[in-house]
Structure formats: C-alpha cells, structure tokens
C-alpha cells in the first residue's frame, strides 16, 4: 500500500541552525501538506503546495520556514534560523485532489536545543 | 472564529465495553470531517471521510456517523489494540487545510 515517507524520523539542531525537513508523497498525489505537532497540542496546519506554488499558509509559517519541491519526488520544509519553540512534531501529508483525503506521514521529531 | 471541540479529553475502557467519542464543530462551511487515529510518536493514520449530515462510515469495531453541528465515532466491544489517541479534523469553506481537535485518548484494559 503506497504511503509517505519522512527523514529523518529525528533530528537534534542548535537554535540558529537551518534544518531540513524531507518527505516522499505518494506517488500520484498532487497536493502537498506540512502539520506540526508540538508535544501535548494539537495538530496544527502550516501550508499546502500545489502546481509548485503554496496555496495557503498559516500565521505560523513566517518568513524563517520556505517549501519546495526539488524535484518529481521529494517535497521538503526548510527552516532557516531555528528557535527553541520550533520543536515539535512535523508531519507530511499529501492528497490526490485539494478536495480529497490527507495521508500523513510518520513524523520528523525536530528538537532545537 | 472555526473551531472543532473533542471530547472527552480521555476514556478508559474495560476490553468489550461500547462506548463513544464526540467532535463538535462550528465552521463557515463544511468540505468534510475527519476522523485519525494516532499512535504515540507517530503520524495521523486515516479512518473516515464524511460530507454530509446523516453519512455514516464503518470499519470493523469503528464507526463514525455526521450530524450538521457533531460528528461521533463509535467503538463496538473495543480491544486492547484499539488503544490510541483519536483526531477528529474538519476541513473549512477552503481547499486543503485541515483543522484539528485536540483529540480523545482511548485506553482499552483487558
């Protein structure tokens, strides 16, 4: 069964170090998503990419974070200066049409020291 | 402002007791709602998609039914493996995003 994959499953930065973040969608999916979790919240919402655009962002997703799709398979999320409260739980998610289900990924636990 | 509201927080259950979980909404508009189960450390793994009011959805012990305001999933004589934390999510008059409660956590004892 075809699934999203995320690496690394963790990674351990300094606060002021860019990380990033890499996910493989499935592989007919068009419609790309980045959520983060921090510990003991909710799942939060940071931007959809389509047609190698953002479609919508989140508050959260400021000037520090950029998305990009390197290539036919890879999707990633970039931060470029990271702060302490950027640890969390990121997950990738991707969906056939805008409309449709989102498949999430496992994870990339971010911890920012 | 849209919200989405689970509850209860928590619920702990004998192996084989029925019970159900709550997802209340308010949103502008409706483009489905949700329902993930969640291991701990891991990614939000899909149960359901719901449309409309009166909808339902089964699978196996589960089953999540719609109302215009709630959405409610059901376990049937639970086990132990249904032990997980449960997300509801809706999707608001937009594409794409997908906003979540802040979840139920099941723990099914045998």
């Known amino acids: 069964e075809p699934e999203v994959t995320q690496t690394p499953s963790h990674q351990v930065t300094q606060m002021g170090q860019e990380v990033i973040l890499r996910c493989v969608p499935i592989?007919?999916?068009?419609?790309f998503y980045w959520y983060r979790q921090i510990l003991g919240q909710k799942v939060e919402f940071l931007v959809s990419?389509?047609?190698?655009?953002?479609?919508?962002k989140s508050e959260i997703f400021d000037d520090q974070f950029s998305v990009e799709r390197p290539d036919g398979s890879n999707f990633t999320l970039k931060i470029r200066s990271t702060k302490l409260e950027d640890s969390a739980m990121y997950f990738c998610?991707?969906?056939?049409?805008?409309?449709?289900?989102?498949?999430f990924g496992p994870g990339t636990r971010l911890t920012v020291l | 402002e849209d919200q989405v509201t689970q509850s209860p927080e928590a619920l702990r259950l004998q192996e084989g007791e029925s019970s159900s979980l709550n997802c209340s909404y308010t949103?502008?508009?409706?483009?489905?709602l949700f329902w993930y189960r969640q291991d701990p450390g891991k990614g939000p793994e899909f149960l359901f998609t719901l449309y409309s009011a009166g909808e339902e959805k089964e699978k196996e012990r589960l089953k999540a039914t719609l109302t215009k305001k709630e959405s409610f999933l059901h376990i049937t004589a639970p086990k132990p493996e249904d032990s997980a934390t449960y997300l509801c999510?809706?999707?608001?008059?937009?594409?794409?995003?997908?906003?979540f409660g802040a979840g139920t956590q099941v723990v099914v004892t045998p």
């Open positions: 999510a809706v999707r608001p008059d937009s594409w794409g995003k997908l906003q």
């Open positions: 949103v502008s508009g409706l483009r489905g």
């Open positions: 592989s007919n999916h068009l419609y």
């Open positions: 990419f389509y047609n190698n655009e953002i479609s919508e």
């Open positions: 998610a991707s969906s056939e049409g805008g409309g449709d289900t989102q498949y």
